[in-house]
């Protein structure tokens, strides 16, 4: 009686050695299945991180567009800086021949003026008038056109020519503008085209990512998207509540007083618990 009670206790002892071995692997095995499904997320949290960054690069390339339309401007105002320095120039000279006009037309009205009481001339005097109003207008225009063309200089950064000379410099710098501008400006807009498709796909990675990493959230178990998709896809074919097809994970739930053994157990029946359970009638 002594030989066999001591064999059973010997057997209860290995039974449960081998219990405690058992656990033991199957929570290693557990361990290492969290750690392989983690890696993704990892790795897409990394993507995502990079993808944000650019989205800082983009924004601050955003940032620059001012100076980007400031050139703009600049070449737009040289092209109509160019513009009034030519009228500027032969306003100028119809300035001057106006004034030398008009003076001789007042000497010829004094004298017409100092002839009228013997001479009737009161027509050509009106003639004279007219042609003085209209020499008068036409320096109060090149004047105004003058006006435009230093608030031109100013806004460019230019001197106010003084002669000739200075006139020139001008002329020739907006020459010099006007080159190189529109090879600024065709550089920039290629790179703000590239870099809006960057900013477009960057978007999109970065809303699947999100997608994905919400979906990991707000599931309760760890059964992949793809498989519970294809769930969907059947019990929609099979005209069936998704109730009725469970995966065996979703009915495996650990009680309280066991959740620290909950991943080992994850790791050990993770085949198992992705398999569909089918309902005889199905």
């Known amino acids: 009686m002594l030989e066999e009670s001591d064999a059973e206790d010997q057997f209860k002892n290995l039974y449960e050695h081998y219990n405690d071995l058992l656990i033991s692997y199957k929570a290693i095995q557990k361990d290492e299945k969290q750690l392989e499904l983690l890696t993704p997320v990892i790795t897409h949290k990394e993507t995502l991180y990079a993808q944000r960054n650019r989205d800082a690069a983009l924004n601050f390339v955003e940032e620059q567009m001012p100076f980007y339309l400031n050139k703009i401007e600049l070449e737009l105002l040289t092209k109509y800086m160019r513009q009034v320095e030519r009228d500027t120039s032969i306003a100028h000279e119809e300035e001057r021949l106006a004034t030398e006009r008009i003076k001789t037309l007042e000497q010829e009205k004094e004298q017409l003026i100092t002839q009228k009481a013997a001479l009737n001339i009161d027509h050509q005097v009106t003639l004279l008038n007219k042609d003085i109003e209209t020499e008068t207008i036409k320096r109060n225009d090149k004047s105004a056109a003058y006006k435009l063309y230093e608030d031109a200089c100013k806004q460019l950064e230019l001197g106010i020519p003084s002669s000739s000379i200075d006139f020139n410099e001008n002329y020739n710098r907006a020459e010099n503008l006007n080159i190189t501008l529109p090879k600024e400006l065709e550089s920039l807009s290629e790179q703000k085209t590239r870099l809006k498709i960057d900013q477009e796909s960057t978007e999109t990675k970065i809303k699947g990512l999100q997608q994905q990493i919400n979906s990991l959230l707000e599931r309760k178990n760890r059964i992949p998207e793809e498989l519970v998709n294809a769930r969907k896809r059947l019990t929609e074919l099979l005209d069936i509540p998704e109730a009725e097809l469970p995966f065996a994970g979703e009915l495996i739930k650990v009680t309280p007083a066991e959740q620290k053994w909950e991943e080992a157990?994850?790791?050990?029946?993770?085949?198992?618990?992705?398999?569909?359970?089918?309902?005889?009638k199905i």
């Open 265 to 280: 157990i994850e790791r050990l029946l993770h085949n198992f618990s992705m398999q569909l359970l089918v309902p005889e």
